[in-house]
């Protein structure tokens, strides 16, 4: 049996029974170890460590350092940029959530696969369906020119100070585990 998540749904031998408190208490504990990975605002927001990158691989190395460093920092950064373009489309703010929440209990959630009338429904229909339904409900919202601009916003933002942080002073878990550890051995 394959499980598609890291924390059980019931310690009884009938799981297929989930209540509404088993999806709260999985999205609480899920979100608690996502947040975990953040880092400290101000180890993100320190102004000795920006200064301008020498050469454009610089900018690139410095990039991909703080995207891996600082990946769930960003992805907060980019998502409240989303929201607070949203604040003016009172309609448009709903259908997002209203999203977010069937991604959440459909995709992100799940422990089991999906059945519908006694079909299993695979992880990539999911991820299809998911995207057609939120995509459509952005479309009839008539926002998606204000999603997508934001979302350019947000990662703009992000690749500016990705660019500008300097990384000489992030302690990396690969510098952690030895020298020339970029891998973990699989066995």
Do not use: Q
Not at 74 to 89: E, K, Q, T
């Amino acid at each position: 049996m394959t499980t598609y998540g890291t924390i059980p749904t019931s310690t009884g031998p009938s799981s297929s029974s989930t209540t509404p408190l088993d999806y709260i208490s999985r999205a609480k504990e899920r979100g608690r170890s996502a947040l975990a990975t953040r880092r400290p605002w101000r180890e993100l927001a320190n102004v000795y460590a920006m200064g301008l990158p020498p050469s454009l691989g610089e900018a690139y190395v410095r990039i991909r350092t703080n995207a891996a460093y600082f990946a769930m920092n960003y992805a907060i950064i980019v998502l409240l940029v989303v929201f607070c373009s949203l604040l003016w489309h009172p309609i448009s703010l709903i259908v997002f959530l209203a999203c977010l929440a069937a991604w959440l209990f459909l995709y992100f959630l799940r422990d089991e696969p999906l059945v519908v009338f006694g079909r299993t429904i695979g992880d990539r229909v999911v991820l299809i369906v998911l995207s057609g339904v939120t995509l459509v409900l952005l479309l009839l919202t008539k926002v998606t020119s204000n999603v997508l601009i934001s979302l350019l916003v947000g990662l703009l933002l992000v690749l500016i100070h990705a660019a500008l942080r300097k990384t000489e002073d992030l302690v990396m878990e690969e510098e952690a585990a030895g020298p020339g550890k970029w891998y973990a051995a699989v066995s």
